[in-house]
Structures are given as C-alpha cells and as structure tokens.
C-alpha cells in the first residue's frame, strides 16, 4: 500500500481525536461538524492518489487490475466530491468568521484561510483538466493536493 493511504488514515485519525476532545470541553457547533464533512470528501478524493500510488508501485499485476476497477468507478463522482468539499470548507469559514470575526492573530485561521484558497485552485485546475487538459495541469493538480493536505493537517493541529 502507498505512504498516502497511512497519512490519509492518520489525517483522520487526527480530526475525529480533535472533534472528540472539543466535545468534552464543550458543545460541537454544526460549522465543526460541517469542516468535518470537507475533509472526509477531501480525503476521499485524495485516497485516489494513494490508489493510483499503489497503482504504479505494486509488483502484482492482478491487484494493479483491481485497484483500477475500483478507481475506474470513482472517476465521474470526482470533480463533484471536490466541489462539495470546497461548498462545504466555505460554509465552514463562513460559519467561523461569523462566530468569532476575523483574528488576525490566530494561526489555525491563516491556515485554514490559506488551505480554503489552495482547495479553490485545485478544484478549478481539476475542472480545467476536464475541457483543455495538459501535464502542467495535472502536476499542479497533484501539487496542490499535497501542499492541501499539509496546510489541513496543520490547521487540525493547531
């Protein structure tokens, strides 16, 4: 299995250990619960990557086949989960400014900020690829998902 699959699951792992340790201090507000949902349809996209890793690394031709089947089945829903998970990433920040204002001084919200803007570029280069595709595209495409999922997990951390 590829190192992404790992750092996926652990990414989650992370965000439900955060969720659950807010939740005994205090009650969840539904825009936690929402920025909870973007990233599980990030990170369901972002498992793609991990597949195709795997794809290209394994030595079995047989599970190279099935990890294609399955990938092959993901393929039409996977602009649409990246949309959705942008739609709700910014009802989150939405939710957020509303709750506590802007504050400057906050690194999670810089972050969070700064991640919103990269998840913005990655789903617009995914939906350029679709009508005038090319390898720059694709590689900033990659680029951004790696850079994404840092900038996520920094903003959990924090």
Do not use: D
């Amino acid at each position: 299995m590829s190192k992404w699959f790992y750092l996926n699951f652990g990414l989650f792992v992370i965000a439900v250990w955060k969720i659950i340790g807010h939740a005994l201090h205090t009650t969840l507000t539904p825009s936690i619960w929402i920025g909870f949902m973007g990233l599980a349809f990030f990170l369901f996209n972002w498992t793609r990557h991990a597949v195709f890793s795997t794809i290209r690394s394994h030595p079995r031709r047989e599970t190279k086949i099935r990890l294609a089947r399955i990938s092959k089945k993901v393929v039409p829903y996977h602009r649409y989960m990246g949309t959705t998970a942008l739609l709700l990433v910014v009802i989150h920040a939405v939710s957020m400014f509303y709750r506590y204002g802007f504050v400057s001084r906050w690194p999670k919200m810089w972050m969070g900020l700064i991640a919103a803007i990269i998840l913005l570029f990655m789903v617009l280069s995914g939906w350029l690829r679709l009508f005038w595709p090319s390898v720059k595209k694709r590689y900033l495409h990659i680029y951004l998902g790696m850079l994404l999922f840092f900038l996520i997990f920094i903003h959990i951390i924090l």
